[in-house]
């Protein structure tokens, strides 16, 4: 008894021996959840187990996600050495040979083309310091105006609606813990269920303080399910819906005249607009009844606090920007911002969502929200950097432009980082003839996607685990990743690389970084003053505070948690409502006879974007390992369709076949697809190439389809 004790005593500690704890934060969504890889050596074999860590945001909880994100860290098929393609196939080289590589084409493209033949597309799934460097790279090392990101297709129509309003784009104008004294919860197109689901008991408690929580969304997502009221809309009329709650409130007077008055401008000219409409019409572009409309606008209304919250499912319309601008004009008209309990949430997609939108990946900024059209924010940031104003470059265009360029032959080399937009852009076959046109392409990536696929060369690039850096999360909190699992093999991080290729490029000197605190005290002070303002912030803050919300502008200052609760960041002050048109004014597709039925695209659970990473999980395959066809009963029996058979779905631009999962969760006239899978089942093939004129957004929520059952 005593020796089997002894025995168990003595393996035990060799098990503690073993085992390795690796701080960490989920490399998905924008909770960001703190987490710690653990790794145990078991009878000869590791064993990872991935556990949430306690933190101001999530408090240790995460989602299935988060729970198996090692899987494809860790994975087989990671990068682990850089590839060159030589004769149609890639093959192993040595970090001297890809830097040669890169260093003789772009050379000799911006010699013959200039600078602007090269381009850069960047991420918001990259740390703050990234998104900054890879900003300046593109400004100084390649001396380019074309750099755009991912976030284009993401938060921009909810980010041009906030700056246009309220003056300032931070997602969330409130900290999180404030969602439980809203008395009135708007959701208009945001899955939080399966898309932030360390989010969802933030919304529990609310409800449990007697909060009536109102879900907009054509599908009865897990979301809505938890609703007290939940109304599918006709997929793209949410700015219609948004005129007839401001039409009902109106007209019933339902409005705070004070807060009008005292915080806004432009009140005169939306009542004109919104009187002109009518309840009936507006309720047929809808298709929610005039009780529905009135409920919502007489509950927010009279409730003494409100808030509400969007995401992609109004923003990803070309009409995107100006419907959320509707939404914001409805908090103005009631006075639901400033205060406790009350104001505006686009809840952010991608880990970094926030951060990687404020530091110059985007095609007209500079850090901190400058505007590189201003010459004094030029002058500003070209001091920080130690070079000419007149040598920064001019605005670029946006993500989607960028490939209409590669395509007209005026772009000719990509630097691509942590994006997969072959599978990810609207209109993707056209997306991937322009990059297979450009003289020399390089990405950067933990995987083989299949837009690395189509590079001359790619650069294997660290993970979450690994990169150390910070990250702002949904709430506008700068938190700080802290990674210390090892890097193998040959990989670097990304900051690493493009300092090394800026090196190359002779430009060494303005990139002699040696760590992410080193970029980050640089980003501090390229931000100063600015409208997202770092400077207040360091890394010991960041780890003794656990997290502080921007702007924060001296070492005392404790960050910002409420916005706007005395002015609004226009220079007057005042928050500015929107004249907003809907319907056929607005539309450059619609539903006809020839293709039916509204297409509209999102996520599931268990997987993460275009699947590049969470197909390699086999837990989170093994949830769900195929793109499907969410129908309406009544709609697959029209088309003579069974549940789990297949079916093609077909735009103006192409077709894709897959699965039907029939469920009476979504309207009669929608068909929704995830867009995780690619090849045939990647659904960005039908989508197409329309942009919303504020924020360039393309609609891939909105894309009139036709159905048929697949014959082999
Ligand atoms: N599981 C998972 N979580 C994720 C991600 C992921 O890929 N997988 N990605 C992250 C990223 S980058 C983002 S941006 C967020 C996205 O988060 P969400 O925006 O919440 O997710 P989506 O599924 O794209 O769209 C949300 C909802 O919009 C609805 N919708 C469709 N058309 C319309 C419409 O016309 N009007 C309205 N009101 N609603 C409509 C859809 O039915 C869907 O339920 O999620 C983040 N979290
Ligand atoms: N139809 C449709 N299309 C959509 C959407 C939709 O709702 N419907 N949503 C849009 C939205 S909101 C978004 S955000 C985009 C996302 O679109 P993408 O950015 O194209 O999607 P990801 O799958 O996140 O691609 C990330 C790539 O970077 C790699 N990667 C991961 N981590 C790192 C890293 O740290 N460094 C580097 N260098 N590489 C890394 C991954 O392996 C992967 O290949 O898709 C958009 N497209
Ligand atoms: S996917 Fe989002 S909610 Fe889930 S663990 Fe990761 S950060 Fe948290
Ligand atoms: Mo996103």
């Known amino acids: 008894m005593s020796q089997s004790f002894l ?17 960490s934060q989920c490399p998905f969504c924008s909770m960001q959840c703190k987490m ?18 306690r933190n101001p945001t999530t408090f240790g909880r995460i989602c299935m996600k988060g729970q198996h994100a090692h899987q494809h860290a860790l994975h087989r098929e990671r990068l682990k050495h850089p590839l060159i393609k030589r004769n149609g196939q890639f093959v192993k080289a040595t970090w001297q040979e890809a830097l040669d590589e890169i260093k003789t084409h772009i050379e000799a493209l911006q010699l013959t083309h200039g600078h602007n033949a090269i381009s850069v597309y960047g991420s918001a799934s990259i740390t703050n310091e990234e998104a ?53 919860l708007i959701l208009v197109g945001t899955n939080i269920a399966e898309c932030q689901p360390t989010l969802m008991p933030y919304m529990e408690e609310a409800k449990k303080n007697g909060a009536f929580l109102i879900v907009i969304d054509p599908r009865k997502t897990p979301t809505a399910k938890l609703a007290d009221l939940h109304v599918s809309l006709k997929p793209g009329s949410d700015a219609a819906l948004a005129n007839g709650i401001l039409h009902i409130m109106l007209h019933e007077n339902l409005i705070d005249e004070e807060f009008i008055r005292k915080r806004t401008a432009g009140f005169q000219e939306l009542k004109q607009h919104v ?28 409730e003494k606090t409100g808030m509400i919250l969007t995401a992609r499912g109004i923003e990803q319309q070309i009409d995107g920007t100006m419907s959320v601008r509707n939404f914001l004009n409805i908090l103005l008209l009631t006075g639901k911002i400033g205060r406790l309990g009350c104001g505006y949430g686009a809840i952010t997609g991608q880990g970094n969502g926030q951060g990687a939108r404020e530091h110059g990946q985007k095609a007209d900024q500079l850090p901190g929200y ?12 070209a001091e920080i950097w130690n070079i000419d104003e007149k040598e920064l470059p001019g605005k670029g265009v946006s993500a989607f432009e960028m490939f209409e360029k590669m395509q007209e032959g005026e772009i000719k080399a990509l630097f691509l980082m942590c994006s997969n937009p072959v599978q990810s852009g609207p209109r993707a076959r056209f997306i991937k003839r322009a990059i297979e046109q450009l003289s020399f392409f390089v990405a950067i990536d933990l995987f083989v996607s299949e837009t690395a696929a189509l590079a001359d060369v790619i ?23 802290e990674a210390t699992y090892p890097l193998k093999h040959q990989r670097k991080h990304d900051w690493q690389i493009i300092c090394e290729i800026a090196a190359v490029l002779g430009k060494g000197g303005y990139f002699s970084f040696s760590s992410p605190e080193d970029i980050f005290e640089e980003l501090r002070a390229a931000t100063k003053g600015a409208k997202a303002d770092y400077s207040g912030i360091t890394y010991e803050r960041l780890r003794k505070e656990q997290g502080i919300l921007w702007p924060c502008s001296h070492l005392e200052d404790p ?74 009963p009544d709609t697959a029996k029209m088309y003579g369709l069974q549940h789990g058979e297949l079916v093609t779905i077909q735009s103006k631009r192409g077709s894709v076949i897959m699965r039907c999962h029939i469920s009476d969760d979504i309207r009669k006239d929608t068909v929704f697809v995830p867009f995780h899978w690619s090849k045939n089942q990647s659904i960005n093939q039908l989508i197409g190439e329309h942009l919303d004129p504020h924020s360039k957004m393309p609609g891939f929520k909105y894309c009139p389809v036709q159905l048929s059952a697949y014959m082999n």
């Open 7 to 23: 025995q168990y005593a003595q393996q035990k500690s060799e098990l503690q021996e073993r085992k390795r704890v690796f701080p």
């Open 36 to 53: 710690q890889l653990v790794e145990q050596h078991v009878e000869g074999r590791t064993r990872y187990q991935t556990i949430g860590t």
């Open 132 to 184: 900054y460097l890879l900003g300046k790279f593109a400004r100084v090392a390649l001396k380019t105006k074309y750099i755009d990101y991912n976030g284009r297709l993401c938060m921009s129509s909810a980010a041009t609606a906030a700056n246009q309003t309220f003056g300032l784009d931070r997602g969330l104008t409130f900290p999180l813990r404030e969602i439980k004294h809203a008395r009135v």
């Open 275 to 302: 009187s002109r409409m009518t309840l009936q019409d507006i309720s047929e572009q809808t298709s929610v009844k005039i009780e529905v409309l009135q409920k919502i606008a007489r509950k927010f209304a009279q």
């Open 370 to 381: 400058r505007d590189i059209t201003n010459p004094v924010h030029r002058k500003e940031v």
């Open 459 to 481: 650069l294997p690039t660290s993970s979450y685990l690994e990169d150390e850096g910070t990250m702002t999360n949904v709430e506008g909190r700068v938190t700080l990743r």
């Open 559 to 632: 960050g910002t948690e409420r916005l706007f609760e005395n002015e609004f960041s226009h220079p007057d002050s005042l928050a500015k409502f929107a004249v907003v048109a809907h319907g056929r004014k607005v539309a450059k597709e619609t539903v006809s006879q020839e293709y039916p039925l509204y297409l509209t695209t999102g996520r599931v659970m268990a997987h993460y974007q275009t699947g590049v990473q969470t197909r390699k999980s086999t837990s989170l395959v093994a949830r769900q390992f195929e793109a499907y066809a969410e129908l309406h």
